[in-house]
């Protein structure tokens, strides 16, 4: 089932805009509805304003109308195994539930299933459930 959101996240990549950092990355989300929902980080001269590809893929997923993670991939065309940032680990843990599998990828596949709560232990919990 993760090489669909691992082929998903690699085709997102791919709209990266990342002029700056020339540091594409790549999210898909598989949600509660079974939809995968994609993103790409977007950059802004004013660096604090742009954002990460996680965090667009979320917002493509509460926008399909979907409000859970049940896995997620992440690729780096320029870092194998590249892990969310911590910003964007407590946005997914939002969506998330502890265990739910986030997927490293390199460029041939998924390389590393990690769980939300290995990914960010003690991480602030929410009442959505």
Known sequence: MSHDLFEAARGAMAFAHAPYSKFPVGAA???EDGKVYTGANIENLSFPQGWCAEPTAISAMIM???KKIVEMAVI???LP???PCGGCR???????SKGTKIYLCDETGVKKTMTMDELLPFSF????G
């Open 29 to 31: 989300i598989r949600a």
């Open 64 to 66: 399909g109308g979907a």
């Open 76 to 78: 780096a065309e320029k």
């Open 81 to 83: 195994l590249c892990p």
């Open 90 to 96: 407590q946005k997914i843990s939002e969506f998330a």
């Open 125 to 128: 919990e929410t009442e959505l």
